[in-house]
Nanobody
C-alpha cells in the first residue's frame, strides 16, 4: 500500500510562495500495471475537499481554475516525490493540503476527482494572511 507524507506547509503573507512536497513509498504493481497518478487536494473546515492539481502517468497535468498560472505540480525523476509550487498566494488558498495517489494502472490520466484516488496523506496546513 502506498504511503504518502506531505511537508512544506506554513504561514505566509498574501503574494508569497510555498513549495509543498509529498514523499511516496510502498509503490506496488504487476508486470502490466506499474503506473500511478498523483494529485494535490485541499480542504477548509465546513467545505468539501477540492482538487487543486494532478499529474498523469504520461506527465500531463490538470489544474483547478482558481490556481491556474499560480500553482505548478511536478514530480521528482524517480516519481517518488510530488511537488506543488504555489506562487502569488491568496488568503483564499488557506487550507489543509493533501497529497493523493491512485494506481497501479497500465496508464492513467490526470484527474481532480477525489473518488478516483485510493491513497492519501495526512495533510499539511497552508495559511495565507492578507
Amino acid at each position: 500500500q502506498v504511503q504518502l507524507v506531505e511537508s512544506g506547509g506554513g504561514s505566509v503573507q498574501s503574494g508569497g510562495s510555498l513549495r509543498l512536497s509529498c514523499a511516496a513509498s510502498g509503490y506496488a504493481g504487476t508486470t502490466r500495471n506499474t503506473e500511478y497518478c498523483m494529485g494535490w487536494f485541499r480542504q477548509t473546515p465546513g467545505k468539501e475537499r477540492e482538487g487543486v492539481a494532478s499529474i498523469g502517468s504520461d506527465g500531463t497535468v490538470r489544474y483547478a481554475e482558481s490556481v491556474k498560472a499560480r500553482f505548478t505540480i511536478s514530480q521528482g525523476d524517480a516519481k517518488n516525490t510530488l511537488y506543488l509550487q504555489m506562487n502569488s498566494l491568496k488568503p483564499e488558498d488557506t487550507a489543509m493540503y493533501y497529497c493523493a495517489a491512485r494506481g497501479p494502472y497500465s496508464s492513467c490520466v490526470a484527474s481532480l476527482n477525489e473518488i478516483m484516488y485510493n491513497a492519501w496523506g495526512q495533510g499539511t496546513q497552508v495559511t495565507v494572511s492578507a
